[in-house]
Structure formats: structure tokens, C-alpha cells
């Protein structure tokens, strides 16, 4: 097929009349399709079902220690649940704090506590003039929607394959004492499914910022989340990097099994030095007397160790593995050579990246959407819902069944040539 | 027996004599026993191991409105917990959202998200040269640590039977915009047990404060939590009143299930206003997807209805009330007449609040610790660990085994004596 840009326009335009006749068929259809967010499919959820029998009346809940998981206590988490997502996140036991069922309840805490009381003995941010983010774009809306909401001031930078543009990155944090954090997903990135390069991560272990209280939002969302057996991704371990680079306290880690077990029902995680975890414990003894016990309990008599939790996400890998295949296959046999857009090919994670003709993601989301199909919101991977280019959309490929998700990139992909088409003839 | 204030200073030092002698042989004893926090028993913990088999990896885990509770979704909670603990809470569905393990967790977000953001569109606290609580005493340490974390300056206001001092509650928070929040444990109020007469909560919800952003921090934690089936303290509610008054957004109400089912793995739960609802959202949503739904479906399907609920707390009266009545049973025998002390006799909750002479308690209290006993650590019941009488003592009768508890509340009621005789005698 011809590239776009090298069609007359008159053979453009007799394209666009056959597109727009297919996109009333389609319309006819009356389609509610939803390739919007993240969640994992219902045979997914159904893997997990054992973990509604790993406890039950006729059992003992107490854990390793002797502690009774049903009563009060143990602030920071049983042991063995320590030790499973100590295994999962690469991290020593010691460095952790298991918490409630939401990482992103665990970074929104981190944030506002340094609002109200500042980092290891700093100001508290909601003292100072002015506070920045680094925010690699594209990025988690989740985590712009928290800095925003806290009137941190977003910084864009732009993500590469290898990771952030870490040229930028180095030289903001060493300038701006007002930037005080970056957000990552350095593994199978939200929504590119990129992983930050062995380069990327030491140097990121190496910044040398001008505030000391500057943290990296390490949300490792996709750690052990990969889709094939033999082409994974693999990361350097971030805190066992900053200790050598004789930055330790510079990281806090975020993870859950949030998309291993049930999203909403699972276990979160900090790791952290253990200067950082002393600082949180601080607060965190006054908002709670612990997390719930009997969920880490649950969580580890299911798994029994960090091989189960592999074994069970090999599961997950061969429900939607042919999803990402399909969307994959499907873009390269409708768009593959036109030159009206890019899309990425992860090894893991939640979602694959399309880069539409700049102005034009605007326009194919809401001409989805008039078919039926939800996309993820317009600009929503960028701070302030603004992409100066109008041109990424996040493609959720998990949670639709396949038949329903082939139907729906179709139509995504035909309203991609429509709206580039239109674009080129600058209609 | 007679009055220790009435004995001769010869006839006192007999006593106190005796009274080393028996407590020399109580430290040969080597005991360790602990009367400090209020926790549930073992056999209490016991009674809601049905939980564990109210979810199985065979049954539906959808809720009333078809949602997969293993998925994300329903920021507020699920639509069946919310008319159980609207039931328990005595509030509308729609006044309620549901949260995770504990309730501490929401106040203590409340606090926070006042701090960072102020309460329906007013100045947030942390841009406010002062902001006062009002602390009913004696009170509840861990409300305190929430306000002290925050540099909220605490002013201790005096309890009676009826419950706080209204007279100057009113006229402080008349007089003084600075003043923001009280907290409130109205039933079975810790560490008193005492209930709010209908004439105070009806002065709370009249209350005519000088902030717009002044709120009733009402942490009702043990409102369904009696002792006997025949003497039990009925509390007006609050939101219905604080609406009739003409005051809907005055109060925030909280509760859980963390001494019903069990502590740290139950659901928390806040009812107020729609517009302090709305309000709250805006904030919760950059917060977290959503609580944990599977538990809260583990306890609808657990309880089914209040009733289920109401007979499940019939069960852990009747394992508590005898250890209330050996307490009580016991101060009596062996204090009463003296002169000496006075303590509580609660129809409900946790704890019974000892108030012994003035300058005594804390040294009654170490004096119990050197030989095995621990009692809740001195002046916590007072803002800032500081009881201007030295007077007050938390006595927590639930967890011991009752044979311990007998054996710890005699050695307490021997300190309360050494100590008395030994301040009577000017030692």
C-alpha cells in the first residue's frame, strides 16, 4: 500500500470515501466496545480463585512469628508477605512496608506526607514557593491527576526507547531545587511498554540533584507482568544501584498484586532505604494501627513463594498475549506502510502506545467513540490532559473479550485513516 | 473498711506496711500481663472465623449491581455494605462511603485533606497561622496523636456523664474561628464508657461555631458494641440532628467493623452530607481506584443483614461482660470506701477509665509495670501525654484471659493503694 503522504489527492480522496462508507457500516452496528483502561479480563480474574479457599474457618491465621493475623499489630506487615514481595520486587525484606490494596493510594500518601511534613527533616513542599515534578511523557494519568491535584508544578520529558530523555533529566534536577520527584514505570512502561535501559537506571542512580529531598516515584507497576516466555525485559535493581552510587535514600519503590491477584482486592509495597522507612513509619503509626494481615496471609498461603507467583503469571500471559497479537496484527495489516502512525511492541505489561499524525488523536478518539468504541481519553498521558501534539492514544488491549477487541481496533484503525486522510487533504 | 484520708498516720503505715509485703510476693511471681490496649480476645476473634468461608473459589463474587467485585470500580464502596453499615451506622446508603481496614486510616485522611486542601472551598489548614481541636478528656490517645502530628494545638475540654463540657464547648467555638474540630467518641466513649445524653448531642448539632469549616469529628467506634441485653445507652444521631439544626456539613462520622469481625482486616466506613461527600471525592479519587470490595462482599455475605450483625454482637458480650464484672468486682472489693479512686461502670465498649488521687497515676501505673502488669502508658489519655491531675488510667479488660485479668486487676488495685498510702502519708 501506498504511504499517504505519496497519494494524489484525488486518490486520496476516493480512499476516504471508501473509509468513511465502511465507518457507517460500523456505526449500523451499534458497538459498545471499551479499549480504555487497564483492567485485567474476567479469565483472568478466574486464576485467581484459589485465593478465596487459602484461608478458611478450620485454619490457623496466625504467621510466621506467632502473631495473630485476625487482631491488631504489625505495622508494617507480616513477615512472609515481607519476604514473598521482597522476592517480587527484588528487594531485601527489611526494606519494606507492606501496605493496604492500592499502590497508588501508597504514592498519593507519599506525596501528601511530604506536603504536610517534608522529607527526612526538609520543609514541608507546602511551605515552599514552589514545587516540580519530572513527568516522562507519555505517562500514567494516575500519577499526573495526583501532582496536579496536590498544584505541583509537571515538567514533561520525553520518553525514548531506552527511557526518559535522561540528558534533560540530569541537567533539570541539578538546576532546580524546586524539583523535588520524577514519576517512573521503568518496566513495560504505561502506556509504551518501554524498559528503562541498564544505562538509563544507573544513571538515574547517579543524579545529582540540587534539592536533597528530590525522590524517583519508582512504580515498578510490571515487574514480573511479562507477556512471552522468551523475550522479556529485564531491570537493574534501582535501590541496590543507588546504594552504590552512594545515593540510597533517593528512591522510593512502588509495587502491588494489583495485576497478579484481584485489582482492588490485592497487597501494595514500599521498598525503600531504611532511612526513608524510618522517616514514613513516623507518620504512618498515626494513620493506622496496621494494614489488613489477613490479606498478606491469604496472599502467601496462596502463592507459597515468589516460583508460584511466576508459575500463575505465565497464566496470565497466555490469556492476553494473543490480545496484544491481535491488536498488533491488526494495526500492521491496516496501517502497516501508510505513515500515519507508530505503535509499540511490548514484552509485557498493560498497554501498547499509538503515535497518530500530529493533530489528529483528538479527533480519531471521539470519532471511535461516535462508533461505539471508548479509547482512553484524549491527552490523558500527558500532564493537564495536554499533549502539545495531539497525537498519543493508549490502546488497553487486556480487558474486552478478543472477538470484541479485533472489532474494536478495526474500527480504531479506520478511524485512524480517516482522520489522517482528512488531515492531509487539510480538510 | 475506712477512708485511707481518715486514718491515723500510725494505723496508714500498718497498712502500707501490709501492702509492700503483698506486693513483694506479687513481683516473686513474675508475671506478665496486659491490661493496656483494646483488643478483642482470642475467643472473640474466634467467632467470626465464618468469614473465612463466606467467599469460595466456586462462588459469584459479583455484587448487587453486577459489578465483579475482583475488578476495579465502585470508588465508594459496594451497594450492599453500604446499607449494612448505614444500618449499624443508622444512616441513609447515600450518606456513606465505604473505605478500607480502618477507620483511624479515614480520620486521619480527613485531617489530612483539610491540611493540604481545606474543607469545601475554605483556606486549607496547613495555609492557616493556627488551628485549634477541642479534646473531650480523657479521650482517646490515638485522636490525639492524628491532631499533635499535624500541629494542630489540642484544648482539653472536660467530660461529664452527659459527655464534653457543652457550656464551654459552645462558647470556644462561638468565639474562636481557629477552632476547626472536636473529637468525639459519643458511645461508650473511650476511656469512660460514657454516652452522650440526648440534650448534648442535640447542643452538638446547635452548635453555632465562627468557622464555616468547623467539623464534629464523631467517631461513633463502638455504636453497636453493649454489654448487656437489658442496660444499653441509645445515642441520638447525629446527622439527622446536625440537619434538622439547619448544620447538615457539621459532622463527619466514622465507624468500622474492627471490634465485630476483626481488627485490621474489617471495613471502615464514613457517613456525612452529600456536599461533604462530593467534597471528599475530589480528593479520594487521586487517591486510590477503590477500596476492597471482596471483603466488603466477605462481610455482607458474612452478616447478611444488621440483625446478623446485631446476634454476632451478642456473642462478644458474652465473653467480655465477665471480664468487665470481675474488674468491676474486684475495684469494689478491694477499693471501695477508700476513698481513694473512682472508676467507671460502663453499659458497653472497651474500656474503664480509673481516676485515681491526684499526682498518683503515673507512678501507679510504673509501680504495676515492675511487677509484670501493663496498664496503657501514663497521661495518654490527655492531649499531648500530659494529665495536669495525674489522675486518669485506661483499664482495657478485654484481651487477658480472665484469669490473668483477675490476677492483673488485683495487683492494680494494690498499687492504687501503696501508692494513695505512701502520697497520704507525704512520702
Same mark, same amino acid.
Given at each position: 500500500?501506498?504511504?499517504?503522504?505519496?497519494?494524489?489527492?484525488?486518490?486520496?480522496?476516493?480512499?476516504?470515501?471508501?473509509?468513511?462508507?465502511?465507518?457507517?457500516?460500523?456505526?449500523?452496528?451499534?458497538?459498545?466496545?471499551?479499549?480504555?483502561?487497564?483492567?485485567?479480563?474476567?479469565?483472568?480474574?478466574?486464576?485467581?480463585?484459589?485465593?478465596?479457599?487459602?484461608?478458611?474457618?478450620?485454619?490457623?491465621?496466625?504467621?510466621?512469628?506467632?502473631?495473630?493475623?485476625?487482631?491488631?499489630?504489625?505495622?508494617?506487615?507480616?513477615?512472609?508477605?515481607?519476604?514473598?514481595?521482597?522476592?517480587?520486587?527484588?528487594?531485601?525484606?527489611?526494606?519494606?512496608?507492606?501496605?493496604?490494596?492500592?499502590?497508588?493510594?501508597?504514592?498519593?500518601?507519599?506525596?501528601?506526607?511530604?506536603?504536610?511534613?517534608?522529607?527526612?527533616?526538609?520543609?514541608?513542599?507546602?511551605?515552599?514557593?514552589?514545587?516540580?515534578?519530572?513527568?516522562?511523557?507519555?505517562?500514567?494519568?494516575?500519577?499526573?491527576?495526583?501532582?496536579?491535584?496536590?498544584?505541583?508544578?509537571?515538567?514533561?520529558?520525553?520518553?525514548?526507547?531506552?527511557?526518559?530523555?535522561?540528558?534533560?533529566?540530569?541537567?533539570?534536577?541539578?538546576?532546580?531545587?524546586?524539583?523535588?520527584?520524577?514519576?517512573?514505570?521503568?518496566?513495560? !512502561?504505561?502506556?509504551?511498554?518501554?524498559?528503562?535501559?541498564?544505562?538509563?537506571?544507573?544513571?538515574?542512580?547517579?543524579?545529582?540533584?540540587?534539592?536533597?529531598?528530590?525522590?524517583?516515584?519508582?512504580?515498578?507497576?510490571?515487574?514480573?507482568?511479562?507477556?512471552?516466555?522468551?523475550?522479556?525485559?529485564?531491570?537493574?535493581?534501582?535501590?541496590?544501584?543507588?546504594?552504590?552510587?552512594?545515593?540510597?535514600?533517593?528512591?522510593?519503590?512502588?509495587?502491588?498484586? !494489583?495485576?497478579?491477584?484481584?485489582?482492588?482486592?490485592?497487597?501494595?509495597?514500599?521498598?525503600?532505604?531504611?532511612?526513608?522507612?524510618?522517616?514514613?513509619?513516623?507518620?504512618?503509626?498515626?494513620?493506622?494501627?496496621?494494614?489488613?494481615?489477613?490479606?498478606?496471609?491469604?496472599?502467601?498461603?496462596?502463592?507459597?513463594?515468589?516460583?508460584?507467583?511466576?508459575?500463575?503469571?505465565?497464566?496470565?500471559?497466555?490469556?492476553?498475549?494473543?490480545?496484544?497479537?491481535?491488536?498488533?496484527?491488526?494495526?500492521?495489516?491496516?496501517?502497516?506502510?501508510?505513515?500515519?502512525?507508530?505503535?509499540?511492541?511490548?514484552?509485557?505489561?498493560?498497554?501498547?502506545?499509538?503515535?497518530?499524525?500530529?493533530?489528529?488523536?483528538?479527533?480519531?478518539?471521539?470519532?471511535?467513540?461516535?462508533?461505539?468504541?471508548?479509547?482512553?481519553?484524549?491527552?490523558?498521558?500527558?500532564?493537564?490532559?495536554?499533549?502539545?501534539?495531539?497525537?498519543?492514544?493508549?490502546?488497553?488491549?487486556?480487558?474486552?473479550?478478543?472477538?470484541?477487541?479485533?472489532?474494536?481496533?478495526?474500527?480504531?484503525?479506520?478511524?485512524?485513516?480517516?482522520?489522517?486522510?482528512?488531515?492531509?487533504?487539510?480538510?
Amino acid at each position: 500500500m501506498k504511504k499517504y503522504s505519496e497519494m494524489s489527492k484525488e486518490e486520496l480522496k476516493a480512499e476516504l470515501e471508501q473509509l468513511e462508507a465502511s465507518y457507517k457500516e460500523y456505526q449500523g452496528m451499534n458497538l459498545t466496545l471499551d479499549m480504555s483502561r487497564g483492567k485485567p479480563c474476567r479469565e483472568q480474574l478466574d486464576i485467581s480463585m484459589g485465593m478465596m479457599d487459602a484461608l478458611n474457618s478450620k485454619g490457623d491465621l496466625s504467621c510466621e512469628d506467632g502473631t495473630d493475623c485476625r487482631n491488631y499489630g504489625l505495622l508494617s506487615g507480616i513477615p512472609e508477605a515481607k519476604v514473598l514481595l521482597g522476592d517480587m520486587m527484588e528487594n531485601h525484606p527489611d526494606n519494606i512496608i507492606i501496605y493496604g490494596n492500592s499502590s497508588l493510594n501508597v504514592m498519593y500518601d507519599t506525596v501528601a506526607r511530604a506536603m504536610t511534613h517534608g522529607i527526612m527533616g526538609q520543609t514541608p513542599w507546602c511551605k515552599l514557593d514552589k514545587v516540580k515534578f519530572l513527568c516522562p511523557v507519555p505517562g500514567y494519568d494516575r500519577h499526573f491527576a495526583i501532582t496536579e491535584y496536590f498544584g505541583i508544578e509537571m515538567i514533561p520529558v520525553p520518553m525514548h526507547k531506552s527511557g526518559p530523555d535522561m540528558d534533560m533529566v540530569e541537567k533539570l534536577v541539578a538546576e532546580d531545587d524546586a524539583i523535588k520527584g520524577i514519576w517512573c514505570v521503568p518496566k513495560y !512502561s504505561n502506556p509504551q511498554g518501554y524498559s528503562y535501559s541498564d544505562d538509563t537506571v544507573r544513571r538515574f542512580a547517579r543524579l545529582k540533584p540540587a534539592a536533597s529531598d528530590f525522590r524517583i516515584f519508582w512504580d515498578n507497576a510490571y515487574g514480573i507482568h511479562h507477556l512471552y516466555d522468551d523475550r522479556q525485559d529485564y531491570l537493574v535493581e534501582i535501590l541496590a544501584e543507588c546504594k552504590k552510587a552512594g545515593n540510597p535514600d533517593m528512591v522510593y519503590k512502588f509495587a502491588s498484586t !494489583s495485576k497478579i491477584t484481584f485489582p482492588g482486592s490485592g497487597i501494595a509495597a514500599l521498598a525503600t532505604s531504611l532511612n526513608n522507612l524510618e522517616d514514613i513509619k513516623k507518620q504512618l503509626k498515626n494513620q493506622t494501627i496496621g494494614h489488613d494481615k489477613v490479606n498478606q496471609l491469604r496472599h502467601v498461603r496462596f502463592f507459597k513463594d515468589i516460583h508460584g507467583m511466576t508459575e500463575h503469571m505465565k497464566k496470565h500471559a497466555d490469556i492476553i498475549r494473543p490480545k496484544f497479537e491481535a491488536v498488533e496484527e491488526i494495526l500492521d495489516k491496516e496501517l502497516g506502510g501508510l505513515d500515519i502512525g507508530e505503535w509499540t511492541k511490548p514484552n509485557g505489561g498493560y498497554f501498547i502506545s499509538f503515535d497518530a499524525l500530529e493533530g489528529c488523536a483528538g479527533d480519531i478518539i471521539s470519532m471511535a467513540k461516535k462508533a461505539g468504541v471508548t479509547m482512553t481519553e484524549a491527552a490523558a498521558t500527558w500532564p493537564y490532559h495536554k499533549d502539545p501534539h495531539d497525537s498519543n492514544i493508549r490502546i488497553a488491549p487486556t480487558f474486552p473479550p478478543i472477538e470484541d477487541l479485533k472489532l474494536a481496533t478495526q474500527l480504531f484503525a479506520l478511524c485512524v485513516k480517516i482522520v489522517s486522510a482528512q488531515k492531509l487533504l487539510g480538510a
